[in-house]
């Protein structure tokens, strides 16, 4: 397959090639961050003791010791036999080196794999693709695992990319896929897509250098190979347990669903097969269709997750399906690489919620993708008339700022059309769950803490502010108040602004995004606020006399304050997002709602909130003031950036004329009909008719 240098040219576009001098700024700066990454993961493999990196090697220390003495050893025989010999090498250089090795191959697959990009392959992907591809493999857990001593699997990729794209004969390509699969078995089945792809030669050579790697390790090793390939079947519950999370394999799944004997022998070989079967006919045809990459991609994520033990570090292939174009809307483009990029470089926890329902789901997430991209994933084919043009993204027209020293952001465009549900889906999961990690690590000084709140008490008792106490103890006295007061604080702080969100989605999505972007940006200024400023809530703050409504008693000795803390920062207090969400709840509907009952309702919740969390003594009437300036705030920004909301007027004039002269730019695309009064526009709303210049005259 030719370059991508050879063929950047192919694509006439010129928004997409692009100024060379710009491209090749960005393409240094990728490749300085792939360095900083490099250095930050060697750091970490380099971190463990000489003596402790050296048996993680898992070898004997001497040539007639059983490689699987320990049942730590996972590799096959070959893998043993060509590791063995490291064992000689002292400790510190071992360890710089294997490291260094490692990281070097990764960088290597992303040159090699930027290179087999089907045709045609613009300028800028040409440029970009290579430091791209292997940022994300630093940062995936397949590389982060792949660095520490013993671990193989970033190897056996780099020997098959190099044998299907950048080797010229047929023999040493095949001499370079059986390598890889004597070093990892599953890998065999690059055989069958070679021989049915029309490389047979290749193929018999991959077949003939397996067979003699393997034979090669029974006559060295007898012992050994008895052991990986008879009892343990292909080196089944070597290295850990067959049924633990790091075997993310259709056996492994299987096991920890609690299936055993015959039962899961029968339907675990059942499934594989199918897998198989599907997964190879589909590398076939996109191999035929000119996409040998994610025929590759698709190829390997099949054999990892039929192998008895497709350990996390082996799924470096599932990244390599990011070549498939999913979808015809130019919308639904970043779906498959976004969906793919999350689950293979955040831990399960942060995608999924911690519930038991979802545990088969979460405990497989590298499994599921990885069976997804081989068997289900609709990835075009290069014939398709979407392949290069997808349906465009409807835009609205450029807003003019009212504050004309604060210009609009250029990239910042209206979009009229709805996001797509998984990946907004995928990002408000991801957002939440790393919104709550940074708010967990926010500075717990309890002293600090202590100190802020004293300072904000005495700001509001020289306001005349300090009602919490009042307000906390007349609840207190009043039970049905107080269990009013507890419901709606641990009812709707999540609900609420979900079911509006869910809503605007559904009947106004160019709304939706305004209120989406606006609820994103005040959360992340209130976590600035959480860092610059713990504050110990007025439950919390000994002497003071606050009765904790909602969570009970609390030992004001005991630092930790019980099991609360393990839940969320205790500190994380200033600005308050229970009545700042509360507040954006208020906002949205009394904007949007079209009957006066709804705005009624819409403003009762932010005043019934601020209640709640002064009564249950959660927060400083302060805290609140706090969450309505992050939320003003978040409004403003959205303003700045893109405009007033709602300007969103639909041309059906100007819409008849361009269908004979074009439309131009500022359009607002497919969404526009000349429909009578009764019609509605993209966002559910009715279509305004403005009649056009040509109308007036």
């Not at 730590?72 to 250089?93: I, N």
């Not at 010229?168 to 990892?184: E, K, N, S, Y």
């Not at 911690?354 to 590298?366: G, I, K, S, T």
């Not at 106490?469 to 009812?491: G, K």
């Amino acid at each position: 397959m030719a370059n991508a240098a050879e063929h950047s040219g192919a694509n006439g576009h010129a928004g997409v090639i692009g100024d060379s001098g710009r491209l090749g700024a960005a393409r240094l700066l990728l490749w300085a961050l792939v360095g900083v990454l490099a250095v930050r993961q060697a750091a970490a493999a380099l971190r463990l003791p000489p003596g402790e990196w050296l048996s993680g090697l898992h070898l004997p220390g001497s040539i007639p010791g059983s490689l699987y003495d320990t049942g730590q050893f996972a590799g096959t025989p070959f893998a043993g036999l060509v590791l063995k010999p490291l064992v000689g090498l002292t400790a510190p250089s071992l360890e710089v080196a294997w490291t260094c090795v490692t990281l070097l191959c990764v960088a290597a697959i992303g040159l090699v794999a930027a290179r087999g990009l089907p045709d045609p392959v613009p300028r800028r992907t040409a440029l970009l693709a290579a430091p791209v591809l292997t940022a994300l493999m630093m940062v995936s857990l397949p590389v982060r695992e792949a660095a520490s001593p013993g671990r193989t699997a970033v190897l056996p990729v780099l020997l098959v990319l190099l044998a299907v794209f950048r080797v010229p004969g047929d023999r040493p390509a095949g001499f370079l896929v059986g390598l890889a699969a004597a070093l990892q078995p599953a890998l065999l089945l690059f055989a069958p897509l070679l021989w049915l792809t029309g490389r047979r030669p290749t193929a018999r050579t991959a077949a003939v250098t397996f067979a003699g790697a393997t034979a090669l390790s029974w006559a060295a090793m007898p012992r050994d190979s008895w052991t990986y390939w008879v009892e343990h079947l292909a080196g089944t519950g070597l290295g850990g347990a067959p049924d633990g999370l790091a075997n993310q394999s259709v056996h492994g799944a299987l096991l920890r669903l609690g299936l055993t004997g015959p039962v899961e022998i029968l339907l675990y070989a059942a499934l594989a097969a199918a897998i198989v079967w599907i997964g190879l006919r589909r590398a076939v045809r996109y191999a035929r269709d000119g996409q040998l990459l994610l025929a590759v991609a698709v190829t390997g994520c099949v054999a990892v997750a039929v192998s008895p033990t497709g350990w996390r570090h082996q799924l470096l292939w599932v990244l390599l399906a990011v070549a498939g174009k999913v979808g015809k809307r130019a919308a639904d483009r970043p779906v498959w690489p976004v969906a793919v990029v999350l689950a293979m470089t955040l831990p399960s926890s942060v995608l999924l919620p911690n519930l038991a329902a979802l545990a088969p789901v979460r405990d497989n997430v590298l499994l599921l993708t990885a069976l997804v991209a081989a068997c289900a994933v609709p990835f075009l084919p290069r014939s398709s008339p979407y392949w290069r043009e997808p349906v465009p993204t409807d835009y609205g027209r450029p807003a003019a700022a009212r504050w004309s020293r604060v210009p609009l952001l250029p990239f910042w465009r209206r979009v009229l059309s709805r996001p797509n549900l998984l990946l907004e889906l995928l990002l408000i999961r991801v957002g939440y769950s790393l919104y709550s990690h940074i708010r967990a690590a926010a500075p717990t000084s309890r002293s600090l803490a202590e100190g802020n709140a004293d300072q904000i008490l005495g700001i509001e008792q020289a306001l005349g502010l300090d009602i919490e106490h009042a307000v906390n103890h007349a609840v207190v006295n009043t039970p049905w108040l107080e269990a009013f007061f507890n419901f709606y604080y641990t009812s709707f702080h999540f609900v609420v602004p979900l079911t509006i969100l869910a809503v605007l989605y559904w009947r106004r999505p160019g709304d939706y995004r305004w209120a989406r972007a606006s609820l994103g940006l005040a959360t992340v200024l209130a976590l600035i606020g959480f860092w610059l400023y713990p504050l110990a809530p007025p439950r919390l703050m000994p002497g003071l006399g606050f009765v904790d409504t909602v969570h009970g008693p609390q030992d004001l000795a005991n630092p930790s304050y019980g099991a609360m803390t393990a839940i969320s920062n205790q500190y994380a207090a200033m600005p308050s997002l229970h009545f700042g969400w509360s507040l954006w709840c208020g906002i949205v509907i009394v904007v949007l709602a079209p009957k006066g009952w709804q705005k009624l309702l819409g403003a009762l919740h932010p005043l019934i909130t601020v209640c709640a969390i002064v009564a249950t003594a959660n927060h400083w009437v302060l805290d609140a003031v706090g969450g309505a300036l992050v939320v003003t705030a978040g409004f403003g920004l959205v303003y700045v950036l893109s405009g007033p909301r709602g300007l969103q007027v639909k041309l059906p004039v100007q819409r008849a004329a361009a269908s004979t002269e074009g439309t131009g730019a500022g359009d607002t695309g497919a969404g526009d009909t000349g429909a009578g009064a009764g019609d509605t526009g993209a966002d559910g709303e009715p279509v305004r008719r403005v009649p056009s210049a040509r109308a007036r005259s």
